[in-house]
């Protein structure tokens, strides 16, 4: 296929265009709420990965959503990575995929083999995860944007909830940070070919086997780093009732996006993080390149356990030999004054 003209197909995608974090909670603070379903386990007033309702003692779905503009030029690759994206929000609630729906919005003056491609990638991801591609909705756009609507399934009882997190817990990170950066400096033509792959790597791979692994440990928590960057994700954990240490010696990262925030390489979406989280993270001795890193918005970034401190080397061990670039990151302490503090 001819390469794609980036001027139509890849402005600035992935999870760089989600709405902020502030403006989100003050929308959905004022919808209106008809009656609590008991069964409704998990919705979005829990600022969770997906819906979780429960069917009976031993089953619930598990439902989410996602979709996107592209991050980066070959549509196959765009569509791999939108559904790895929306896929990982099942396995950051414990559960597996079932079925799953396409989401396309595309200009119809543009070149059907695109779309083809796009469609492709996406359904070849869903295959991967043993999850059945069911049907979609399309619509004529200005332009691209792709992704999934995905239902899973989990024991009602063995949900990991973003905010279930104990004191003494160790974090582990189960992908590299930096590929918001490493695509914002693609886009300009400053990125090595070695950061974009390290950054399309981390993109297509899913969180399956991640997820799966940890099932045999005592995960207390679980969210998967996506749009809102490591540290806001991370401080919904916390659940207003927990704080948290991250030493960034120990960040899986991918090097050469700190080069690129040095540059000032950095997204719109990240600087909206900084202003969200700012009264709530304490530095210390932290660079500017390393905090745009934790403020970067990560696409189809990695799983985050909150893992009880005796079972986080075994688990970071099994997983590292799985081919996963996981590392414990911090830990999560007793309410401080600091919600998020950074040591370097």
């Keep these: 296929?001819?390469?794609?003209n980036s001027k139509l197909f890849c402005k600035g995608g992935g999870c760089t265009a989600k709405l902020g974090a502030g403006i989100l909670r003050h929308v959905l603070s004022r919808l209106p709420r008809g009656p609590k379903d008991p069964n409704l386990l998990v919705g979005y007033d829990q600022n969770d990965d997906a819906a979780v309702y429960r069917i009976s003692d031993t089953l619930a779905i598990v439902q989410t959503?996602?979709?996107f503009p592209p991050m980066v030029e070959d549509p196959y690759l765009f569509g791999q990575i939108a559904a790895a994206n929306a896929l990982s929000d099942i396995y950051a609630m414990g559960g597996s995929v079932?079925?799953?729906?396409?989401?396309?919005?595309f200009p119809e003056s543009m070149d059907l083999n695109i779309l083809g491609e796009i469609l492709r990638g996406?359904?070849?991801?869903?295959?991967?995860a043993d999850g059945i591609l069911s049907g979609g909705h399309s619509i004529s756009d200005t332009e691209v944007k792709y992704g999934l609507s995905v239902t899973g399934v989990i024991d009602p009882r063995k949900i990991y909830e973003n905010h279930r997190g104990k004191p003494g817990d160790k974090l582990i990170l189960t992908k590299k940070l930096g590929v918001g950066l490493v695509c914002t400096a693609n886009r300009v033509k400053q990125a090595s070919p070695e950061a974009m792959n390290a950054a399309i790597a981390s993109m297509t791979m899913l969180n399956r086997c991640a997820a799966e692994i940890a099932s045999a440990y005592p995960i207390h928590a679980c969210t998967d780093v996506t749009g809102f960057g490591l540290l806001i994700h991370l401080h919904e954990m916390l659940g207003g009732q927990l704080s948290a240490r991250i030493l960034t010696e120990n960040l899986p990262l991918i090097p050469e996006a700190l080069q690129y925030a040095d540059a000032f390489?950095?997204?719109?979406?990240?600087?909206?993080?900084?202003?969200?989280?700012?009264?709530?993270?304490?530095?210390v001795n932290t660079s500017?390149?390393?905090?745009?890193l934790l403020f970067d918005p990560q696409t189809s970034g990695g799983l985050l356990f909150a893992v009880d401190a005796g079972a986080a080397v075994?688990?970071?061990?099994?997983?590292q030999a799985a081919g996963i670039p996981a590392r414990i990151i911090g830990t999560l302490t007793e309410?401080?004054?600091a919600a998020l503090t950074v040591i370097s």
Excluded: W
């Design 98 to 105: 079932k079925t799953a729906l396409n989401i396309v919005c």
């Design 314 to 319: 075994p688990l970071e061990q099994e997983l």
């Design 288 to 292: 500017f390149a390393m905090q745009e």
């Design 122 to 128: 996406g359904a070849e991801k869903v295959m991967e």
């Design 1 to 4: 296929m001819e390469p794609v």
């Design 65 to 67: 959503l996602d979709f």
């Design 335 to 337: 309410q401080e004054s």
């Design 265 to 283: 390489l950095y997204t719109a979406a990240g600087q909206r993080n900084r202003t969200f989280l700012k009264d709530a993270v304490h530095f």
